[in-house]
T-cell receptor, first 115, second 111 residues
Framework: DVKVTQSSRYLVKRTGEKVFLECVQDMDHENMFWYRQDPGLGLRLIYFSYDVKMKEKGDIPEGYSVSREKKERFSLILESASTNQTSMYLC??????????????FGPGTRLTVL | LAKTTQPISMDSYEGQEVNITCSHNNIATNDYITWYQQFPSQGPRFIIQGYKTKVTNEVASLFIPADRKSSTLSLPRVSLSDTAVYYCLVGASQAGTALIFGKGTTLSVSS
């Protein structure tokens, strides 16, 4: 089975801190995604990457950056955390070559609270 | 990316068949129709995908009319454990593209 792991299940940070959320997948997938999920707003795409060192903005990239130095790892960075970034963050991956790009496999999520 | 419209919520009882319809009037020729299911405190899970006509797997069936401007996810004989949010998405399955999740349909199954 595909496994997508996220570095923390729960995280509490202070306003202004730099925050790193790590995501690792073990199935050699080309594509990786970061979403945030808030009550009443559904899942919103922050950034995605379709190859190492490649990144594309999603719907709400402001206040975030990403890094993909290795194929299996995709990091989401909050340069200066703010209270409105308190949310559930979900990472996902999918395969392009020999697979279905539309079939994304999600991690368990990181619930981030910014105080 | 094609926009989708689906009901905000639906209620059902155990044992009933549930049909969730999604509109996607601007679907492109290369787009597939994909449905996900999300339980509370978990990430979404892919359940079914189709291009046209009917697709069936062990979880659900997906009906797509010839014009492809809508689709219907059918869950046979639902149980309490089918209570979840269901998302309808359309998009091409190709490199450099991403699906857009909306707010989904919250299905509540009662006994």
């Amino acid at each position: 089975d595909v496994k997508v792991t996220q570095s923390s299940r729960y995280l509490v940070k202070r306003t202004g801190e730099k925050v790193f959320l790590e995501c690792v997948q073990d199935m050699d997938h080309e594509n990786m995604f970061w979403y945030r999920q808030d009550p009443g707003l559904g899942l919103r795409l922050i950034y995605f990457s379709y190859d190492v060192k490649m990144k594309e903005k999603g719907d709400i990239p402001e206040g975030y950056s990403v890094s993909r130095e290795k194929k299996e790892r995709f990091s989401l960075i909050l340069e200066s955390a703010s209270t409105n970034q308190t949310s559930m963050y979900l990472c996902a991956s999918s395969q392009t070559r020999g697979g279905n790009t539309n079939e994304q496999f999600f991690g368990p999520g990181t619930r981030l609270t910014v105080l | 990316l094609a926009k989708t419209t689906q009901p905000i919520s639906m209620d059902s009882y155990e044992g009933q068949e549930v049909n969730i319809t999604c509109s996607h009037n601007n679907i492109a020729t290369n787009d597939y129709i994909t449905w996900y299911q999300q339980f509370p405190s978990q990430g979404p899970r892919f359940i079914i995908q189709g291009y046209k006509t009917k697709v069936t797997n062990e979880v659900a069936s997906l009906f797509i009319p010839a014009d492809r401007k809508s689709s219907t996810l059918s869950l046979p004989r639902v149980s309490l454990s089918d209570t979840a949010v269901y998302y309808c998405l359309v998009g091409a399955s190709q490199a450099g593209t991403a699906l857009i999740f909306g707010k989904g349909t919250t299905l509540s199954v009662s006994s």
